[in-house]
């Protein structure tokens, strides 16, 4: 159906002039990380929750479709206008409306920066630990929506676990509120929840009460370096076991570190086959404490050097060399297939075993790196699209990972979402109950199926 | 409508003759904490899923009310039969499945009793954090129904916090799994952190997949004394802020203290008019470190004395006054409104006086102790229900009590849930458009209304 002009002149309207429908603009929002694009009809940029209000029920009335996004850096399709329709960017709606330093709380909206709202509230000695990789330019509200996690969810959780309370807005364009400014509430079924990590499918969050805890007064950064990849996946698996709960494991295999050696801060020796990044946290004497157990513990596993980083220099030369991994990889193929699956801890060096020998039937270059103190490992399947014959192997591997992830206890996706491109592997992990309830759950939302359709559900 | 015969047979057969109907064993299934009884048709005990599942098919197809039930403990009347019906008690499925030490999971059927399941986990060096005053007979599939918290949710955070995945059967009778058995996990909607605080609307859990944590090495129990109840108040609301995060910061006011004062185990000087009861826990060295910051801290908040129990008999013993304090209430009149509500830590203060101020306009005994350190206090109403005069008071001061709670920011239920005693408050606290999607909800989850028919929503 193509798009109405009169349409296109009530979003404008609407939002005093922040719509655009010129291709070369559209063609900005019409990508994310996945490398997929598709383009929508029309873009608008809601300066309140009025404005979407009045968007949704505009978009309600013409059964178009509507979708919110952020900086368009999720890794699953989740802002892809796959059906055409509006794009709803949120970076208007920038604003850290409130930091309770009493109360351990902030409200925000859903377009300012994870990183900028990182740095606010530790400026307050506040701590938010969901931290994605992409913290420079991803936003909060794409963080709800898909549930982000990041490094630091070993000891601290994720996204959700620090959602008190919602404002959003529902496809008939009513505003509604959920959860609660206070640690605790259970008055009536928990909608924040549900809401968090739906992909922007049920409701556009325009406001979000976030919990915050007290900046730990110390951290320690270690690299620690291993002759093999098992010796530091069986690292991981024993690490909480046997020593201390880290805030952060990752895991960096050899193809990971040769994409960012000169970034990492320190001489590697050559035949380092994997590193892990591991970070504690507390009093300045319980952080030393524990850096100095966990590195006993690594030595103790065969671990050829702990390296301590010396300042927070150090550390985040480190960090950053981490961050840049995802989008370094390119540097071995032009596409990738990136799956965040998650395994039980135990089943880590086991699933590391099978990747080595997904890697040896394709022939294919995959690199696994991530944040393995919880069982999340992003494998990273290079390949060239347009070579017909790599295309297919890379979409075997990625059937033969999920089909392993799930024989040993874990999910198909610890962070990024399904979006489209795992939509059709969700039913080999969700059964036909439970996907028609998930059904039952969004028509309860949006019964004309106007909030970001296609995805999740084939 | 009268309880058919052959409805009765059914039950029998499906349950293996684990069914009755006679009154003086129905009876003992009629009642729960709130001290209000309603008579059910039938109690069912089903052994396992599959029998649940037979059971609310049969209810279904006859559209008869099922009433999950674990101990009968809840304070809000979720597991009272309202409209009659079959009653289904979890004992029997009581066993613990699984204690996983290297991934940190337990598997559980809801019948077990919290204070078992705690110290299964102990025995094996692991840690389980909810914890509510009933834990001795509680059961964690009421725990799971309510999302319960307790003392250490300061720190740990409520069992939605823990919940990984369920086992669930819907009323239709098709048994769904959700969540995950890893850290992390976002296939889907969160349908886990649904069905947990549902109240039993929604499902009937069969089979749960908690998170564990490593027992902490060492647990530091004080007991912090206060001349006045405002200077308690305000310590709780600052010491996150300046001191240590604390596993839990209970308070206990004057009329709390009399109640148990023979329980303590220590003596107490007569004109204390508040306790803190303050738990600090981590490495040994940790634990003594934050102990003595609490200390110094609480003495310059103005605390008379700040005991530190010796050893675990004597923190046993506070912590066997402090969970004897709910039914201990009983001295001071027949009959209590007992209420869970929360507010913002710096609200603390200000909410005490207010309780004050409505003890000092009804002249009712109320008796405020509870989980400060989240904001959660509760809020006990002591009345005689036969006495016309103090049963207006006692539901006046009620409904002052709730919207003080909701004008200083609060909600009006931390972890006791909704049921049928806050069923009419609860649109104080939520809208119609919320209401309207929840109720959507429990029709996608229950359409013909037969799962804890009568709660939640008026």
Redesign the interface.
């Known amino acids: 159906m193509p798009f109405k002009d009169y349409l296109y002149k009530y979003l404008y309207q609407i939002t005093n002039g922040n719509a655009t429908k010129e291709p070369e603009e559209l063609c900005c929002y019409a990508y994310d990380a996945t490398g997929r694009t598709f383009m929508p009809d029309a873009v608008v940029f809601p300066g309140s929750t009025s404005e979407v209000s009045e968007i949704l029920k505009l978009a309600s009335l013409e059964k178009i479709p509507v979708i919110p996004r952020g900086s368009g850096s999720g890794m699953t399709g989740g802002s892809l206008a796959v059906h055409g329709g509006i794009v709803m960017v949120m970076s208007r709606m920038n604003r850290i409306l409130e930091i309770?330093?009493?109360?351990?709380?902030a409200r925000v909206e859903p377009g300012v920066v994870t990183g900028d709202f990182h740095r606010a509230v530790e400026q307050k000695g506040l701590f938010y630990p969901p931290d994605p990789a992409s913290s420079a330019f991803c936003t909060l509200g794409g963080n709800l929506g898909?549930?982000a996690?990041g490094p630091k969810?070993?000891k601290y959780?994720?996204t959700?676990?620090y959602v008190l309370g919602l404002e959003a807005v529902?496809p008939s364009g009513?505003?509604?509120?959920?959860g609660?400014?206070?640690?605790?509430?259970?008055?009536?079924?928990?909608?924040t929840?549900?809401i968090?990590?739906?992909e922007g499918t049920?409701a556009v969050v325009t406001q979000a009460t976030l919990k915050l805890?007290?900046l730990p007064e110390s951290v320690k950064t270690m690299a620690v370096l291993f002759p093999t990849i098992h010796q530091a996946a069986k690292t991981v698996?024993?690490i909480?076991?046997e020593s201390v709960?880290p805030r952060c494991v990752e895991f960096l295999d050899k193809s990971s570190i040769d994409c960012v050696r000169e970034q990492i801060g320190f001489n590697l020796p050559g035949d380092i086959q994997a590193i892990l990044i591991i970070e504690v946290d507390?009093?300045l004497?319980?952080a030393q404490?524990d850096a100095a157990k966990v590195e006993k513990f690594c030595i103790d596993k065969g671990a050829t050097d702990v390296i301590i980083a010396s300042d927070s220099k150090q550390s985040a030369e480190l960090w950053s060399a981490r961050k840049a991994l995802s989008t370094s990889l390119f540097k071995l193929a032009p596409d990738k297939i990136n799956e965040d699956i998650?395994?039980?801890?135990?089943q880590i060096p086991e699933m590391v075993h099978r990747i080595e020998n997904i890697k040896k039937r394709t022939g294919l270059t995959i690199v696994s790196f991530g944040?393995a103190g919880?069982?999340?490992i992003h494998c990273n399947i290079m390949y060239h699209k347009k070579n017909p014959r790599e295309r297919m192997l890379a979409e075997s591997a990625m059937d033969e990972l999920f089909d392993h992830t799930l024989e040993l206890?874990?999910?198909?996706?610890?962070?990024?979402?399904?979006g489209i491109t795992?939509m059709k592997y969700?039913p080999k992990?969700?059964?036909e109950?439970?996907?028609e309830?998930?059904r039952?759950?969004?028509?309860?939302?949006d019964p004309d199926n106007i909030l970001n359709p296609g995805k999740?559900f084939i």
Chains 1, 2 share one sequence.
Not at 174 to 178: G, V
Request: glycine share 14%; with cysteine.
């Open positions: 309770d330093c009493d109360n351990f709380i898909e549930c996690g969810a070993v959780g994720v959700r676990d529902i009513a505003i509604i509120k959920t609660v400014r206070t640690a605790k509430g259970v008055a009536g079924y928990d909608l929840r549900l968090v990590g739906s049920l805890l007290p698996s024993e909480i076991k709960v507390g009093s004497q319980t404490q998650v395994v039980p801890l135990n944040h919880d069982g999340n206890g874990g999910t198909i996706t610890g962070e990024h979402g399904v795992k969700l992990e969700i059964g109950s439970e996907m309830i998930m039952g759950i969004k028509k309860v939302f999740i």
